[in-house]
């Protein structure tokens, strides 16, 4: 594995995150992955390529509008970053407090500014809680806005992935 300088991963994951996370830039965030690159989501599966990284992005986010994240802290040891985020909503209830859970991320560096790979790490019980009482707190006035949503084509997706894995048909 290359040994990179510290301040060429940090430089290059500032720019990774501002993209991505801050920006919503999925499409100019996915092209910051290799020609090889794997990102793997542990409840959606494992994709690879910018191309493939893009398409799930686009899914995924695209239901997900309303929802924003932070970055709670990162460590850099070498070509890895790991870092936490929160997955945030505002509370649609005026004067709420925000509505969030926590993901962490594990990424490579590949250099030139681009990553091998990024692990994404989420409770599927804490995404389930979080959507209800974003759907609760928007109840009460009947407010009107994003809904939390799955995107079902990638559920399928990943069920079919899934079971693949498995050795199971569709």
């Keep these: 594995m290359a040994a990179y300088p510290p301040d060429e991963v940090e430089a290059a994951f500032r720019h990774y995150f501002l993209t991505g996370p801050v920006g919503e830039d999925w499409i100019a965030w996915s092209q910051l992955f ?17 191309a493939e990284i893009q398409r799930f992005l686009e899914g ?4 997900a509008a ?19 985020v929160v997955n945030r909503a505002d509370n649609p209830e005026p004067g709420g407090e925000p509505i969030e859970f926590p993901s962490l991320q594990v990424i490579r560096y590949a250099g030139d500014g681009k990553w091998a790979s990024e692990d994404d790490w ?10 209800q009482r974003y759907q609760a707190a ?29 050795g199971r048909p569709d």
Excluded: C
Aim: net charge positive; charged share 20%; glycine share 8%.
């Design 34 to 50: 290799t020609a090889d690159a794997t990102y793997n989501d542990h409840f959606w599966g494992t994709f690879h390529g910018p």
């Design 60 to 63: 995924t986010m695209s239901f």
């Design 66 to 84: 309303h929802v924003y994240s932070p970055l709670v802290w990162y460590n850099i040891d070498g070509p890895h970053v790991v870092y936490k």
């Design 122 to 131: 989420w409770t599927v019980a804490e995404m389930k809680l979080f959507n």
């Design 138 to 166: 928007r109840e009460p006035g009947g407010r009107q806005g994003p809904r939390p949503a799955v995107a079902p084509q990638l559920d399928r997706g990943a069920r079919r992935q899934q079971r693949a894995r498995r």
